[in-house]
């Protein structure tokens, strides 16, 4: 295991929009560049991860999320291999409360396309595709899932769920 | 936030042993020192997290627990100061299967007195207590958790529960 350097923490929020959409982004760094992700990155240090999933959620989105309005759905570690070494992911994902618009014409900070659709009309990266079926927001295929993972050699475990109500 | 540098993922395990016992060792190093807490410590990069927790008994206490036999009890964010700078510490708490006993003669890695008592007969750390209290241990006063945290300034929220059974 020695080529893994790091633990990274990370959040993300998955953002309704409106008419029942979600809101996506095209990646174009890191591990999942070229794939529809969802707005998300590391937490900064001394910087509380739901206000991490807020922060880059509008960074790379343009909407103004809240730490109160978040509910944690899942939590999820993540280990695989890029061109630009391994990686060990803890991921954070959270579930925004409300409705959310993109600002029209916005660009995000580093990131693609941003785009509010219905979650059937792409596919996105398959470690989006299970945080969003175990969000209970989607039902994409569990097969097509285990695919993704398997061709793209990740290994995804999900840790924790969210409080009880 | 600038005096924080990192995110550090950690993992406990909450270890019974004989006799209705918690397996608390006497930490000696980090912002904990003084204090009883539970064994555990740093994930290693590449190191699925309920195994850190497994490894981290083993070298701490000398039990030999296994990941499958591990059910987590909760998600931590825990920030605060110590003279050796502010910690941002991500903790997983896991709650291991059956009764383990430490070995005769056991002298941890790097870790003071390791006991196997009653919760109720010592006092450990805030943290520990809220803790155990959430993993449906023990009943320590919360009033007693909320003055050890404030006492020593740690911000600790619950971000996570175990996965629904």
Known sequence: MSEYSKVTVAALAITPGPGGTITFLHQQRGPYAGHWLLPGGKVDPGESVPAAACREAGEEAGVDLKPDDM????????????SGGSYHLIMFCFLAAGEHTVPAGWQGDQVGEVVQVPADSLTP???????????????????????????????????????PA
């Open 71 to 82: 509910t944690l759905t899942g939590v999820y570690e993540m280990l695989g291999q890029w």
């Open 125 to 163: 990266h398959p470690t989006v595709m299970r945080i969003l079926n175990d969000a209970g927001v989607t039902v994409y295929d569990q097969a097509d899932i285990e695919a993704g993972l398997e061709r793209d050699g990740i290994t995804m475990l999900r840790l924790a769920a969210g409080l």
